[in-house]
């Protein structure tokens, strides 16, 4: 008879509280204090100064603007690309290995990618230049043209991050059983209405996931923005970089992780509240 062990899971969910100790709990503690320190004594002058800075009204403003502007366009396209593929049949696999080549790219090459397309000399201009439409090679991507970079970025990031969504989404739609949607249209619902009142409802845990995913991960940009507008669109994220990389200022860089964390937690929490799951209603 086998010796009862109550020590067993213990034991084997071991190295993953050790890793996950390692990698991310003593580096996070590390930022927390960096972040309310100064000359190893509690303080809040790296906060104070991250506030002070003239670029953080702007970064805070971007980030939020760029999050609000990508995240629900990336979940509309990724709904409708998610139920379209569920109605195909033959080359549904090649149809979704098509769409989520993006995610087979860096974020850092999306948007060298886009910059080739946008800048002076790129094959936009070239192609409104052949059709007559300007007359000599536009910048789309200065801080002359902030309402143009700002769509630049966001189209960049959408064409970027909308796979990642849509291969959540389906996977949710996956789950939905056809006899609920067979149901429905024997008792005369229309797409609409089996979309909204059957659908929607059954992905929902999917949504959830998708959103804070995605949303947190908004909250991260830099490799596309600094590759499109550089320091003329300020995030976030690149003012911590700038400050540990440029200014060598580790703390007032920590005090930016550590808002962008704060940040993201609150989506997350906002997110979960918006969007209850309840685990007697899934499929």
């Known amino acids: 008879m086998t010796q009862n062990r109550p020590w067993t899971p213990y034991l084997l969910i071991l190295p993953s509280v050790a890793f996950l100790a390692l990698l991310f709990i003593v580096p ?34 971007n980030t939020f603007l760029l999050t609000l502007a990508v995240v629900p366009v990336q979940i509309a396209i990724a709904l409708a690309m998610g139920t379209m593929v569920s109605k195909v049949g033959t080359g549904r696999e090649t149809i979704l290995w098509i769409w989520t080549i993006p995610l087979g790219i860096s974020d850092l090459a999306a948007g060298l990618v886009w910059l080739s397309i946008l800048q002076n000399t790129g094959y936009f201009n070239t192609i409104l230049f052949s059709l007559g439409l300007i007359e000599r090679q536009t910048g789309w991507l200065s801080y002359q043209t902030p309402v143009a970079l700002f769509f630049a970025i966001a189209v960049a990031e959408i064409w970027r991050g909308t796979a990642i969504v849509m291969v959540i989404i389906v996977a949710g739609l996956n789950q939905v059983p056809k006899e609920f949607k067979e149901a429905a249209e024997i008792f005369g619902a229309g797409p609409w209405t089996r979309f909204r009142k059957i659908t929607l409802p059954l992905i929902r845990p999917a949504l959830q996931s998708a959103l804070i995913l995605r949303t947190v991960l908004a909250f991260e940009v830099f490799a596309v923005v600094y590759a499109l507008g550089g320091r003329n669109f300020p995030v976030l994220v690149g003012e911590a970089y700038n400050w540990q990389n440029q200014n060598q200022n580790y703390g007032v860089a920590a005090a930016y992780a550590v808002l962008i964390m704060i940040i993201s937690l609150s989506a997350t929490l906002i997110y979960l ?11």
């Open 28 to 61: 996070l503690v590390q930022t927390l204090w960096l972040a309310v320190s100064s000359d190893g004594s509690p303080s809040l002058d790296n906060m104070q100064r991250m506030v002070a800075d003239i670029n953080f009204t702007n970064s805070l403003r």
């Open 273 to 283: 509240k918006a969007l209850k799951v309840d685990p007697e209603r899934l499929p």
